[in-house]
């Protein structure tokens, strides 16, 4: 079909067209696998709104607003969930943008309440990390309970996870080396005793021989799927009785846990792999009802108050 260009915006490219030059591009920006795959989520949410078919010229301020109107009527998706995908759709948006394919306007997430991150619970962790007996269980509850002593124990990524390979680890300097990051920068952390001798017992009946191979692999030794992991760890803790199935409420978890025991923000920053002190300062401020025993203990007016009282009652004695 032949362009034709009015008021600076490019008539007859496609959707369909624009993306796949937009897929394109992230390519030869070298972005990670993930991020695509997030951006390929992004527009077929949007697409369910907007014909792929159809020019990019006919997308508007108007249809950006309706196709959240869309979303949010859709009931299928949590507000932050819908945010989630408008951020994928506002990259997109502004590189149909920038080619003159659509025109310009403005567009903004929407205003959501944050709400308190869920974590699991001390009971629910008693029988999740519980040591199965290894001569009766199959492998893939073996890797599942590996699994969750390692997101507990480290706070990683689902997707940093499960790039990790046998070489990667070292026992003996009780360090991991992490190499697909969100952030695209490797990094060492360490490991606690406990995770070490976890993951010795484990490595025993995975085997260690390949350093190449994954660490927690699929039953054939090959890589473990995202969602191979998700179905693993679901199935995991509903055999358990425990109704949370999430792999990331470990990470939640960590950060709160972290807190709770006086870890500084800045050791969690680099734990968790963040690139800036905002997320952190989120689980700071969101586990604010859980911290009362903290802020109690550490609160320099009670301390002072405190030493004052108890100075008083001693006098009242003498």
């Known amino acids: 079909m032949q362009r034709i260009k009015m008021n600076n915006v490019e008539k007859g490219v496609t959707f369909e067209k624009a993306f796949n030059e937009f897929l394109r591009d992230c390519k030869i920006t070298n972005l990670s696998e993930e991020t695509i795959i997030y951006y390929k989520r992004c527009a077929k949410n949007f697409c369910r709104y907007f014909d792929e078919n159809n020019f990019c010229s006919e997308i508007t301020e108007e249809t950006y607003k309706s196709f959240i109107e869309f979303l949010k009527n859709s009931g299928e998706m949590k507000d ?34 944050k709400v308190i991150k869920e974590t699991y619970t001390d009971k629910e962790l008693e029988v999740l990390l519980k040591k199965p007996n290894f ?49 695209r920068r490797q990094q060492i952390i360490p490991i606690s005793p406990y995770l070490c001798k976890v993951l010795s017992d484990y490595l025993r009946y995975r085997g260690m ?27 995991y803790n509903r055999a358990r009785g425990v109704e949370k199935r999430s792999i990331h ?9 972290w807190i709770m025991s006086g870890g500084d923000i800045f050791s969690l920053q680099k734990m968790l ?10 689980y700071v401020e969101l586990f604010g009802t859980d911290l009362q025993k903290l802020y109690d203990q550490h609160n320099p007016l009670e301390n002072f108050k405190s030493c004052e009282y108890q100075k008083v009652l001693k006098r009242k004695r003498t």
């Open 80 to 113: 932050i969930t819908i945010n989630t995908n408008l951020r994928g759709i506002k990259v997109i948006l502004n590189f149909f943008m920038n080619k003159n394919y659509t025109e310009h306007f403005d567009m903004s997430l929407m205003k959501i309440d």
């Open 135 to 183: 001569k009766e269980c199959s492998f893939a509850e073996l890797r599942s309970w590996a699994l969750e002593n390692f997101f507990m124990g480290t706070g990683q990524r689902i997707s940093a996870t499960l790039n990790i390979k046998v070489g990667d680890i070292s026992l003996e300097e009780r360090e991991i080396i992490i190499r697909k990051t969100k952030g």
């Open 209 to 235: 021989d390949d350093p190449e191979g994954y660490l927690f692999c699929n039953q054939f030794g090959s890589h473990l799927s995202r969602s191979g992991a998700e179905d693993a760890i679901a199935d």
């Open 249 to 257: 409420i470990f990470r939640h978890t960590f950060a709160k846990k």
């Open 273 to 282: 792999g963040h690139s800036s002190l905002e997320m952190v300062k989120e």
